[in-house]
C-alpha cells in the first residue's frame, strides 16, 4: 500500500530532524572535550559560579558574542569582567 505524501513529508521531517540532533551532540573536530553536566556543575560550583539568567535586548547578546569570539572567551567570562569593571570592583 503507498503511504499518502502527508505522510511521506512527515516521515522524511522526522529523519531530518533526528539528523539534526545527532549532528547537535557530535563534538567539533579541534574542540575541548564536552563534559557532562554533573561534571561542568561540580567544576563551577568548586569555582563558586552560580548560574544567574538574565533577559537582554538581542542587539546587546549580539555585542557580547561577537567581543567573547574575537578575544578567544567564553560568554561568562565576558560578561564577568564587564559587570566587575561598571561596579568598579576589581578583576580576581
Known sequence: M???????????GSK??????QE????????????????????DQAAGLVPFAVK???????QLTALAASRGQSMTEVVDELLRRGLGIPPD
Do not use: F, N, S
Request: proline letters at 9%.
Open 56 to 62: 537582554l535586548d538581542q542587539r546587546l547578546v549580539i
Open 24 to 43: 547537535r551532540g557530535a563534538p567539533r573536530p579541534g574542540a575541548a572535550p564536552v563534559l557532562e553536566r554533573r561534571e561542568q556543575r561540580k567544576l
Open 2 to 12: 503507498a503511504m499518502k505524501p502527508a505522510d511521506l513529508a512527515r516521515q522524511k
Open 16 to 21: 531530518i530532524m533526528g539528523q539534526m540532533k
